[in-house]
């Protein structure tokens, strides 16, 4: 068994990454603050940031939920016991990393804070890099033809 069978990584990035581009974004809006719209486009805005809040939670703790139940790991540096492929992973391969970004944005939108929305994609994007690709070599070495049929039907993000 190779390394990449056994685990996709040594370090936890989508946390440290997500974390990371969250406190940057908050030491930015500190330093050197964007400007945000007034009322009532900030209301809206605010509003449609409490329901991304909520989405990207949901999708959070869904796929939470369905790890725990087939017994596999949540963590991005331990190797995965089980392939999952339905529940919200039947509508993207990598839920909690999308909610993750979600989060991000819902938060800059209801509080205003345009760094938030600047640095979502940023730390997707390295998330993408640094903990997916390595992932999905990870399932493609443990999982075969399974997990390659899985990506198929599946989108990485939406």
Avoid: C
């Avoid at 139940?69 to 190797?79: A, L």
């Avoid at 509080?111 to 399932?139: C, K, N, S, Y």
């Amino acid at each position: 068994m190779t390394a990449q069978d056994e685990r996709p990584a040594s370090v936890p990035w989508p946390p440290i990454l997500y974390l990371a581009a969250v406190a940057a974004a908050f030491l930015l809006h500190a330093f050197l603050p964007l400007g945000w719209l007034g009322s009532p486009a900030a209301d809206i805005l605010f509003a449609i940031g409490l329901l991304t809040i909520a989405g990207g939670l949901a999708m959070d703790v869904m796929a939470m939920r369905r790890l725990a139940r087939e017994r596999t790991t949540i963590m991005p540096h331990k190797g995965s016991a089980h392939l999952v492929t339905d529940g919200i992973y039947a509508v993207t391969r990598n839920p909690i990393y999308l909610g993750n970004t979600m989060l991000m944005i819902g938060l800059g939108l209801a509080a205003g804070i345009v760094w938030l929305l600047l640095l979502a994609p940023v730390a997707a994007f390295a998330t993408q890099r640094m903990a997916i690709l390595p992932e999905e070599r990870h399932l493609a070495a443990r999982f075969g033809k399974r997990y390659r049929d899985y990506q198929k039907r599946v989108r990485r993000w939406i």
